[in-house]
């Protein structure tokens, strides 16, 4: 890039973060990071009847926690402070003052209904302002202020064509003549989203605006005011502009905000690791190669062009997001595998907070047993918690019960398997194995899968567990043998 590249993420607080916003700033990021530039985190809060801080610091939280860091904004400064737009209206005003006095921009007075009218009476089909205002008389101002009417202000679109060539699209060109003249304020002077976006991009020297492909159509009308800005000397130039694809949930439709695998909290909140949600989420759109799909966040950087980014929509797949988070985890080391799964393990009670230093000793001696076998850090617990859980409140899985230490069978393989460890000398896992070997595949003649599917049950509560022989050895002779008897009714 021959400019320093500064590109923006700046995200309306009005709802909770969803994965294209996650993936928008993602790919903002990477490009940001890619080229050596600057990345820029604004908040675009101009919405004062739907803009909450608590959405604002949902986003702050987002982007901490997917560890997408910003150069500058909230909670880090910057040159072009103030970063969220509630706090820059001085600015916007300043800007239309300039605009009007160069005539790019004109007042009017127009009501909906009366454009409306318009229409239906000329037959037009072309939805929009239809330029009434652009060149009132004198005796038409002089009416429309007799009346009381308060002006919105608008922006002259050129005659022509717009035409820039998207960093994902190609070349388009839109036909300013279906581009009618935008409002750039309200009529008690608040700022609209079609001023302050501009306005903020060019006084913070936005060099690349990389956006959802829905955003797409207002880039004709951006485009004239961002030379507009540049002419009055507010700009140094137009920025480059490329539109990202669309994210298609079930049914081949837009994901919505609505949809269940749209809500980002939720992947935290059930224990995907960020850098496997960031891996799935760069693959809707853009790839590291054509027969790789698993990389870190580092090898992205190195690799991302914008360039590469597919225009067609991309479909949201759960279980590949899945698979690719699986992956991830089998990157970490145990060590790092107990720590991520530490506050899971204490919010759901699992473990107190603190831990005691005995629960610490078993969760790490247990942990070797686990870490191959979870999908996701929540699974820690449901995989040993039974380890941790005082034994009158331990209970069984009531489906898994009831199919496998309930029956004849059950109980009597149960019963075998209590015989078989009272009298054992050493309670390790090789003597356990041994022990059980011998009562239930050897003299009762069982497969191992049926013979030790019940002693799973009555000892975990589930029967998928760590190996059976191990956690039998980690919950130790006395509480083994009581859950044994217990579940014999």
């Known amino acids: 890039m021959p400019t320093p590249v500064r590109v923006r993420f700046c995200p309306s607080p009005t709802g909770s973060p969803h994965v294209g916003f996650a993936r928008a700033a993602l790919y903002n990021w990477a490009f940001a990071r890619h080229h050596g530039g600057t990345f820029v985190f604004r908040i675009e809060d101009t919405d004062k009847e739907r803009s909450t801080e608590e959405s604002y610091e949902a986003m702050v939280g987002t982007l901490q926690w997917l560890g997408l860091d910003w150069d500058e904004g909230p909670l880090v400064g910057g040159p072009h402070a103030p970063y969220r737009q509630s706090e820059r209206t001085e600015l916007y005003r300043d800007v239309l003052a300039r605009l009007a006095d160069s ?48 002006p919105v202000v608008r922006f002259r679109m050129p005659d022509g064509s717009i035409t820039w060539d998207d960093l994902v699209r190609g070349e388009v060109t839109f036909e300013t003549q279906y581009v009618p003249d935008f409002a750039l304020c309200r009529a008690n002077g608040d700022p609209l989203y079609t001023l302050v976006n501009p306005v903020d991009d060019a006084l913070m020297e936005i060099t690349h605006v990389l956006r959802g492909e829905d955003l797409l159509s207002s880039t004709p009308r951006q485009i004239p005011l961002h030379e507009a800005l540049v002419d009055l000397g507010v700009s140094k130039a137009v920025p480059a502009f490329g539109h990202l694809p669309l994210i298609m949930g079930e049914g081949n439709k837009k994901l919505s ?21 960031l891996n799935y989420l760069a693959l809707l759109g853009w790839a590291i190669a054509a027969d790789r799909d698993v990389f870190t966040l ?34 970490l080391s145990v060590e790092e595998i107990t720590n991520r799964a530490l506050p899971f393990l204490k919010a759901s009670g699992v473990l107190t907070d603190p831990v005691s230093p005995a629960d610490q000793q078993l969760l790490e001696l247990a942990m070797p047993f686990v870490a191959e076998r979870v999908n ?57 194995s041994d022990a059980l070997q011998g009562a239930l595949v050897e003299e009762m003649g069982l497969k191992p899968r049926v013979a030790f599917g019940p002693v799973r049950v009555a000892v975990t509560g589930r029967r998928i567990s760590p190996p059976l022989f191990e956690s039998l050895e980690l919950l130790g002779r006395e509480r083994s043998l009581v859950r044994l008897q217990a579940a014999l009714g």
């Open 103 to 150: 005539s790019y921009t004109y007042d009017c007075y127009c009501t909906t209904d009366e454009v409306a009218a318009r229409r239906l009476e000329s037959g037009s089909k072309q939805m929009g302002y239809d330029g009434f205002c652009r060149d009132l008389t004198p005796e038409q101002l002089d009416a429309f202020l007799a009346a009381g009417r308060r």
């Open 257 to 277: 905000k609505r949809d269940p695998q749209s809500h980002l909290w939720a992947y935290r909140d059930n224990g995907y690791l960020p850098e496997g949600l």
């Open 298 to 331: 580092e090898e992205m950087v190195e690799a991302f062009d914008i360039r590469d980014v597919n225009p067609n929509p991309a479909r949201f797949d759960t279980k590949k997001c899945d698979a690719i988070n699986t992956s991830h985890l089998r990157m």
């Open 376 to 432: 996701k850090l929540t699974e820690v617990g449901d995989m040993l918690g039974f380890l941790f859980v005082a034994d009158e409140d331990f209970a069984l899985d009531p489906a898994d019960r009831e199919k496998l230490v309930d029956t004849d069978e059950g109980q009597a393989v149960v019963q075998a398997a209590l015989d078989a460890l009272r009298g054992l000398g050493i309670w390790s896992a090789a003597q356990i």
